[in-house]
């Protein structure tokens, strides 16, 4: 069962009751409601670690579902279809338990009317006309109500003030007024705080506005990252009773804000060092990244960062069991450090991917001096490819400041080189001691991982194209042509088929994205096809010097486009935004025209 995040989800679910590659992707959990997403290879009756008391509902995609207690424990159970389903459990009321409530509310006005018509409380006494209650008391409770959901919670008084005025937030510590997807809202956060112990977590607490009613279901995710980028935090959200998770995005009021709790929890091992609380918007459902934008309308990029925050020692040494469990071993005199655990992702990569490499450290003694670590990458056969000489853990702290017990994590990208074959690589590490640019080896080569790569086949000579360009951008890809597909002519909402022609002419460290755009004649846009080449499968960092890329997109055209003459530009991009540019310094490159007639009714 491939489960993310861990913890909440295995509290939720009874893991024997899902079937073989089960996945749950997302857990958010109070007392009273759970919601989960959950993807199961075949139908199964699901069963919950909740006891099946009445009141318990389930839906399935929003479609109630049967609960059906479990033998012997009692557990909610309830079918689940085969794929990808949205699952909602909440406890309600039922018919006897709302026909006690209304009896108990009955007899405690029957028992308040009683106490009315009495003297005291044991002798009753007869009452004129002029002294009986006037029933105009009893509408007292139902006029206060009024008065204050109809008119005092409209207006500010000295005991409630608006803090959203004019689409602006008063009284939060840092105002902000970032937009994602035009319609997200950032309003504005509390202060971070300036220090923080490994091992503790950091308060985040941000004030959202969601300004058009029924958009997409935004996932909003704060990260803790170094300057390198390397994410340090874990899952930032783990609900309960006193965080509550809010609502979906789509049904938050635009009037209103929500604001949002988190806890960025450093992941085991955190060394010391300064590090940056940095917040990206997703959407839920398709896991695309929105882009920034703040109040002038200027891009911000799809990475915004909301401070920085020093993180210090643990009060206690971390202890090498929370870290992982304890893998290959280095402790290799005079080696003051040894290699407890070690990880890598994915297992299997295509030339030009990143790698990523988590490393686990424990410190013997003292070191005196500052290690690296040498990584190669090899087969069985050929000789050690040397991919890059690393910290163990961080640039900023080097082992020449660890003390003896201290157990630290270490955390790398690596790109795989672009000329790499088909095969099966062996990933291996070497300690060594760098002076000026050099990096002197010491004690054994321990083999980390290994690693199947898939390299692509590659194309070196352009098939026939029905456009010619011949464009460079940034002196790194040169777009050859493109083929239109049904062709330069076709009608409003058809689709149409492009397929742009690369050549690569450097290897790249940046692995960049392809922007397709139709433009009319006053320069708006009005369609875009946006993402790595071809189909994500062939990343610029993948590419050769010469080797030929094909990149197929579809552009859907709008049915109400307008006829006329419209024209189709590319380029290049990173996701800050970032374009290659031209030799003449132009940020994107004509394709060619195609020439649109109106819809067919």
Not at 571 to 595: A, F, M, W
């Amino acid at each position: 069962v491939a489960v993310m995040p861990k913890e909440p989800a295995l509290a939720l679910f009874d893991a024997a009751s899902l079937p073989e590659g089960a996945c749950i992707q997302e857990v958010f959990v109070t007392p009273l409601e759970a919601r989960a997403v959950i993807t199961l290879t075949e139908a199964a009756q699901v069963a919950a670690n909740r006891f099946a008391f009445p009141g318990w509902q389930a839906e399935v995609d929003g479609e109630r579902a049967p609960v059906t207690p479990t033998d012997p424990h009692g557990l909610i159970s309830f079918p689940v279809p085969a794929g990808r389903h949205e699952i909602t459990l909440r406890f309600g009321t039922t018919p006897l338990r709302l026909g006690a409530t209304l009896v108990s509310l009955g007899s405690l006005a029957l028992g308040a009317g009683f106490l009315l018509r009495r003297q005291g409380p044991w002798r009753p006494r007869r009452r004129t006309v002029q002294e009986g209650l006037s029933p105009m008391w009893l509408l007292l409770p139902l006029i206060i109500l009024l008065l204050h959901d109809g008119v005092l919670a409209y207006i500010e008084t000295p005991l409630q003030r608006r803090r959203l005025q004019a689409g602006n937030l008063t009284g939060v510590d840092i105002p902000a007024d970032v937009t994602f997807d035009h319609q997200l809202r950032l309003l504005g956060y509390e202060t971070l705080p300036a220090t923080l112990h490994a091992g503790a977590p950091l308060p985040l607490t941000l004030h959202v506005q969601d300004t058009i009613p029924g958009g997409p279901r935004y996932l909003i995710f704060p990260e803790l990252v170094d300057a390198a980028g390397e994410v340090w935090s874990d899952f930032p959200y783990t609900p309960t009773i006193y965080k509550p998770p809010p609502p979906w995005t789509p049904d938050w009021p635009p009037d209103q804000y929500a604001t949002l709790l988190f806890d960025l929890w450093p992941k085991i091992g955190t060394p010391p060092g300064q590090y940056m609380v940095r917040l990206k918007v997703f959407d839920h459902d398709t896991r695309f990244t929105y882009t920034a934008y703040d109040g002038m309308g200027q891009a911000l990029g799809t990475e915004l960062i909301l401070g920085e925050v020093a993180i210090t020692r643990p009060l206690e040494p971390f202890e090498i069991d929370t870290l992982a469990p304890p893998s290959e071993h280095l402790n290799i005199p005079p080696v003051s450090v040894r290699l407890v655990w070690a990880a890598t992702r994915p297992a299997h990569a295509r030339p030009g991917d990143q790698l990523y490499l988590q490393l686990g450290w424990e410190t013997v003694s003292p070191p005196g001096e500052a290690l690296y670590a040498q990584l190669h990458l090899t087969t069985e056969t050929s000789a050690p490819m040397l991919l890059d000489a690393v910290p163990l853990v961080r640039d900023d702290f080097p082992t020449s400041q660890w003390k003896a017990g201290d157990v630290w994590r270490g955390q790398h990208t690596l790109r795989l080189p672009a000329q790499l074959e088909n095969g099966d690589y062996i990933l291996a590490l070497q300690l060594c001691t760098r002076k000026d640019e050099e990096c002197t080896t010491t004690g054994p080569i321990v083999e980390i991982e290994r690693v199947a790569i898939e390299a692509p086949d590659r194309l070196w000579e352009a098939p026939p194209l029905d456009l010619m360009s011949g464009v460079t951008l940034g002196e790194y890809v040169t777009l050859l042509g493109a083929n239109l597909t049904p062709g330069p002519q076709l009608e409003a909402g058809k689709p149409l088929n492009v397929i742009l022609a690369w050549r690569g002419e450097h290897e790249m460290e940046t692995s960049y994205r392809v922007f397709l755009h139709l433009l009319d004649a006053n320069g708006q846009l009005t369609a875009q096809a946006d993402g790595e080449p071809a189909h994500w499968q062939r990343p610029t960092t993948g590419w050769l010097p010469g080797e030929i890329v094909l990149d197929e997109r579809v552009l859907l055209l709008p049915a109400e486009l307008a006829p006329g003459t419209y024209r189709l530009e590319t380029g290049l991009y990173t996701l800050d935004g970032s374009r290659l540019k031209t030799e003449g310094g132009q940020t994107t490159t004509p394709v060619g025209n195609i020439h649109v007639s109106a819809a067919d009714d």
